[in-house]
């Protein structure tokens, strides 16, 4: 009994100091300068337990006594310390290990030190900066090389993305889009990019050249935007919840002209009969109240009738005066609302993250409106040997947007008509298409109503990751990625039956008449009403293989790469349509005259390849990369072809080396930090359509005679020994960290060579084609790009960042087909796209004055009017050669300012609004319609 009592007591002590041996602790992280470091993690050493430092770089923690911190933050050294109480913990900057890694091709990641090509990392801070909802437009300005192209400006904005300019003279030149390891259709980056929620995003690493991206085969030869989402961190579960409202209005537009009114060229000519001699009367006799053109009398303020008189006796009389801001009033305020939410957290070995975004917009083009509802989960776990991933992603989007060209319609109205109160033209009778002033263009709000295209678009897109460890050393990865899109669209066009008055009746009134004749010529043209119905699927489902190595012998570093890939996309397209319909309002198929239109298209691309890779780097100071890659493409795939028409092999190799660390001694107070890369590979490229290797047969209504249907031959004729082309690529390129790690620097240098490229050329008719698709041509594409970051300022409370990125591109054609020194590759008779051979391309050209001997204007004898049927001209190139971004960041606390700016220049383009503005007479440019003489002085100089 004695023992019993003693033994307890000393139990009870036992177990109070055990308890007393575990503490919580606080603590703070901040850099050299006392600045706090958001998120650094902060880990018990020899366990699993750890957090993450909060906004203010605080902590607390539970230990055990006599227990070992270890400290850790991107950009940072890693730091171990004793586990006390109210403890400090300073990190020092690690900008000469760059330990932050970066995600590269195939999600292999690197140390930016190791790396031997130009690669960018876009933070998820840069990215939502001003908060925009697409990430196309999130990027524009912030990466040297990268242009984003604004195909239009819509609620469902078109863009086009690449890097470095154009490579390919008539193919694709768009980056590739990878998201979590799932590449993208080739040249559908707009697509994918306006169904991401911005906010998902951890970071885009941009992989800007064929170097870069080479383990992505043919996908890749134009660079690629690897986009990670978030996958959620260890910790408690964190929530959040942003809104943002953004206001968009008309920045700026077409110059008009403001000083004449509605009319036309109807006064006689010079030499016939009844030409006045005066052009002030000959103005007069041009207006007309019903004109579409602006080639009228001065304004005058007069009251004049616009249009012709209505059925019900009224006039439109209106101040013969141009209306100052009509134009703009048009417009709406476009207006966009985005609430997101997200919880992340994990526990353990666990992390996961869930999030839902709203996005609700309303376009600058009236009745224009669309909106995205998507969620994101992902998750991860690691037990043992095994580490396992997984994320899913499902948006839903919908639009609503006329097919009307609203713009162009809009501003080429005569300045004294108020288009703005004709918005309500079914109740305004003088805005509905019975009694609209113009007889050639009815009111663009009403088409732009009736005009419709809805739309919806359901997207789900994810991929399970698993790696097993093999060894300490050794890992096997396997990533199967998945995306589905389905697309139903309805386009149509509402049905309007013009009035018997109208048509034949509407009449310009007496005093005004100039023998007009009766009826709104545009009336006689009614609107039947359409519709069609769509519904594209697509799907893709790819799947890497890898064996990762890593392991150190001694000063040599090893790691490497060995993988399997496979692609496969198929696409269904279905339509069914009606050019008829019976009750206006009702768009259904059923809703018809006559029979149905239809049609159907399905595709299928499947690619596979090989590819390894190996990095040996000496003493952390030297890296040497190799790599290969084989692949094998359906796209020139036939039973009959040899396997080395459809399959090719290429390989490539890049280096970096530190130079700092390889010579201490010049390091300095200025120089700080500096690295040398080269890069040299070769790329394969598949750059053709599916099915593109055979003729087409379509079917052919009429042929050969009457309603009989038969099979014609397609206009393209593909050349039996097509072949992929091939790219070869070469950058050199150096870092630099200076003053004491406040400025950075990265310079570049580029050259890429294509050979063997697919182009469509022209042959003569007799061969039963138009054009043959062919192996052929040489291009060259070669540049320089400077990135420059400046931390001006850098306090506990206040900081102050500047960066500037600047590219220059250019290109060249070494050769075409045969003695062929030109193409037409887009655009009208009289202006449009041309492949020179010794140029850059696309160069533009467009109709030009015929001129004499010495360059003088000709002018026809009996108008006065400069000939313009001369040839085309050359105006240069249309991708800009010059791409300059910049921006600022100013933080204070907990207020941050941030500024972005791009600037594109050095090429030309051409405006068909351009064309159709002075062939109405608004634009300025018109403005001057006084007679005048130009006289021409010749300088002559003697000896």
């Known amino acids: 009994m004695r023992k019993l009592v003693l033994l307890v007591p000393g139990l009870l002590l036992l177990l109070t100091g055990l308890l007393a041996q575990k503490t919580t602790i606080t603590g703070k992280v ?48 890693e730091k171990e310390v004793a586990a006390t109480s109210n403890i400090v913990i300073t990190l020092a900057e690690d900008n000469k290990a760059l330990s932050e890694v970066v995600v590269t091709a195939l999600g292999v990641k690197r140390r930016p030190k190791e790396l031997g090509y130009s690669v960018a990392k876009v933070s998820n801070e840069e990215l939502t900066n001003g908060r925009s909802t697409t990430v196309a437009n999130s990027l524009s300005g912030k990466v040297s090389g990268l242009a984003v192209y604004n195909v239009n400006n819509s609620v469902d904005p078109s863009v086009k993305i690449t890097l470095r300019g154009y490579r390919s003279l008539t193919g694709n030149n768009d980056a590739l889009i990878v998201i979590d390891g799932l590449p993208m259709p ?5 697509t994918i990019l306006n169904l991401i929620n911005p906010n998902d995003i951890e970071n885009i690493s941009v992989l800007k050249g064929g170097v870069a991206a080479a383990l992505y085969g043919s996908a890749g030869v134009n660079g690629a935007l690897v986009i990670t989402t978030k996958k959620g961190s260890r910790g408690k579960p964190k929530v959040s919840y942003t809104h943002s409202t953004n206001a968009e209005r008309l920045n700026q537009m077409a110059q008009f002209q403001n000083k004449y009114g509605s009319g036309s060229h109807y006064a006689a000519g010079f030499g016939t009969g009844g030409w006045k001699p005066n052009y002030l009367d000959r103005m007069h006799d041009n207006w007309r109240s019903y004109e579409n053109q602006q080639f009228g009398d001065a304004f005058d303020g007069s009251m004049r009738i616009a249009g012709r008189v209505l059925q019900d006796s009224s006039r439109n009389m209106l101040p013969y005066s141009n209306i100052p801001g009509e134009r703009e009033r048009i417009w709406n305020t476009g207006l966009t609302v985005n609430n997101q939410a997200s919880v992340s957290g994990g526990s353990g070995a666990s992390t996961f993250y869930l999030s839902y975004e709203n996005n609700l917009t309303w376009g600058i083009v009236p009745e224009d409106k669309a909106q995205r509802n998507g969620a994101r989960f992902a998750a991860t776990t690691e037990t043992g040997r095994l ?70 678009d359901a997207n789900i897109n994810g991929s399970a990751e698993f790696t097993l ?27 309007f039956i013009h009035s018997d008055y109208a048509k034949n009746l509407a009449y310009v009134p007496a005093g005004v008449d100039q023998g007009d004749g009766k009826g709104i010529t545009r009336a006689l043209t009614d609107f039947l009403g359409s519709v069609s119905d769509n519904i594209n699927t697509e799907n893709i489902l790819n799947n890497e293989l890898q064996l990762q190595a890593n392991k150190d012998f ?16 198929k696409t269904k397209s279905v339509s069914v349509g009606s050019s008829s319909i019976v009750v206006p309002g009702t768009f259904n198929v059923e809703n018809r005259l006559g029979n149905l239109s239809g049609g159907e298209s399905n595709t299928e691309y499947r690619k596979y390849g090989y590819y390894g890779e190996v990095q040996v780097g000496w003493r952390d100071q030297v890296f040497v990369h190799v790599f290969g890659r084989y692949d094998a493409t359906s796209k020139f795939f036939k039973q009959t072809r040899p396997t080395n028409m ?127 698709r062919i192996n ?78 010495v360059g003088r204007i000709v002018v026809n004898k009996a108008t006065g009017y400069p000939l313009n049927n001369g040839p085309l001209k050359t105006f240069g190139r249309t991708t800009p050669p010059h791409i300059l971004g910049a921006g600022t960041r100013l933080r204070f606390d907990d207020f941050t300012l941030t500024t972005n700016w791009e600037y594109r220049g050095g090429n030309v383009m051409y405006s068909d609004l351009g064309r159709q503005m002075t062939f109405t007479g608004s634009g300025k440019w018109t403005e001057q319609r006084a007679p005048f003489v130009v006289r021409w002085y010749r300088q002559i100089c003697t000896k």
């Open 554 to 569: 001694k000063d040599f570093s090893l790691k490497g790469t060995l993988g399997f890939s496979i692609y496969d996309r």
């Open 469 to 495: 460890k093999l060894a300490s050393w050794l890992n096997v990865n396997d990533r199967l990625s998945a995306m589905n899109n389905s697309r139903t669209q309805k386009n149509s066009v509402g049905k």
């Open 30 to 77: 901040t850099d050299e300068k006392g600045i706090p470091i958001p998120g650094a993690t902060v880990k018990v050493k020899g366990t699993k337990t750890g957090v993450a430092a909060n906004n203010s770089g605080e902590f607390n923690l539970s230990v055990d006594a006599g227990a070992k911190l270890i400290v850790s933050a991107a950009g940072f050294t």
């Open 387 to 456: 580490k396992a991933g997984f994320n899913v992603n499902y948006v839903q989007a919908a639009y609503d947007r006329t097919t009307f060209d609203f713009y162009n319609e809009t501003i080429n109205q005569a300045g004294n008509i108020p288009l703005s109160t004709y918005r309500d033209w079914q109740h305004n009778k003088f805005g509905n298409p019975n009694g609209y002033y113009n007889d050639y263009y009815t009111n663009p709000y009403f088409r732009l109503d009736n005009e419709r295209v809805k739309y919806q």
């Open 646 to 772: 459809y399959s090719y092999f290429y390989p490539g190799f890049d280096a970096s080396a530190v130079v700092t660390d390889m010579f201490p001694s010049i390091k300095g107070n200025v120089l700080n930090y500096f690295k040398l890369r080269v890069g040299y590979n070769k790329n394969g490229n598949d750059n053709i359509n599916a099915y593109g290797l055979e003729p087409t047969y379509p079917n052919s209504g009429g042929f050969p005679y009457g309603n009989t249907v038969g099979i014609t031959v397609g206009d393209v004729l593909p050349d039996k020994d097509l072949r992929p082309e091939f790219v070869y690529s070469f950058e050199v390129g150096g870092e630099f960290q200076l003053i004491k790690n406040r400025v950075g620097l990265d310079l570049t240098y580029y050259n890429q060579r294509s050979e063997g490229q697919v182009v469509s050329v022209t042959i003569p008719r007799t061969t039963g084609y138009g054009t043959l």
């Open 776 to 853: 052929v041509g040489e291009t060259k594409n070669w540049g320089y790009e400077t990135d420059l970051k400046v931390q001006i300022i850098k306090t506990q409370r206040f900081n102050w960042d500047f960066s500037v990125r600047y590219s220059y591109n250019n290109n060249k054609i070494n050769s075409l087909y045969k003695d062929v020194s030109e193409f037409f590759q887009a655009g009208f008779s009289y202006a449009g796209a041309f492949l020179v051979k010794g140029q850059s391309f696309p160069q533009m050209k467009a109709i030009s004055y015929v001129r004499d001997s």
């Open 186 to 190: 080739e040249g559908g980056n707009g």
